[in-house]
């Protein structure tokens, strides 16, 4: 059984960095690819960022070099820092998780992943 909580949503002005976790319990990090996607209001869901067990990652191309996906698999954590934040980053982002081994591990496929957190809030304005 697998459970991702994100938490460090929150609001910001344009320009400002914030810093999302992903604390996962289970065997989360025996998955073989976790990443993040995001809903903002009115808008379809879109993946973010994604890695690998090894580090890989894999990144959407709006994020331009802002965003930094990385993990901590002592702490059983992912984190992405977002920085130099944009209006339009403003929307719900959520962590998932994807267990299925034969498959490459890449941000266009996000959404798709089963397992999936709550959710937490970024805000910027």
């Known amino acids: 059984h697998v459970q991702l909580v994100e938490s460090g949503g929150g609001s910001v002005r344009p320009g400002e960095t914030l810093r999302l976790s992903c604390t996962a319990s289970?065997?989360?990090?025996?998955?073989?690819?976790m990443g993040w996607f995001r809903q903002a209001p009115g808008k379809e869901r879109e993946g973010v960022a994604a890695?690998?067990?090894?580090?890989?990652?894999s990144y959407a191309d709006f994020v331009k070099g802002r965003f930094t996906i990385s993990q901590d698999k002592f702490k059983n954590t992912m984190y992405l820092q977002l920085n130099n934040l944009e209006d339009d980053d403003t929307a719900v982002y959520y962590c998932?998780?994807?267990?299925?081994?034969?498959?490459?591990?890449?941000?266009?496929?996000?959404?798709?992943?089963?397992?999936r957190g709550q959710g937490t809030q970024v805000t910027v304005s």
């Open positions: 998932a998780a994807e267990y299925v081994w034969d498959k490459p591990c890449l941000v266009t496929r996000v959404l798709g992943f089963d397992f």
């Open positions: 289970g065997d989360s990090f025996s998955a073989n690819c």
């Open positions: 890695i690998d067990p090894d580090g890989g990652t």
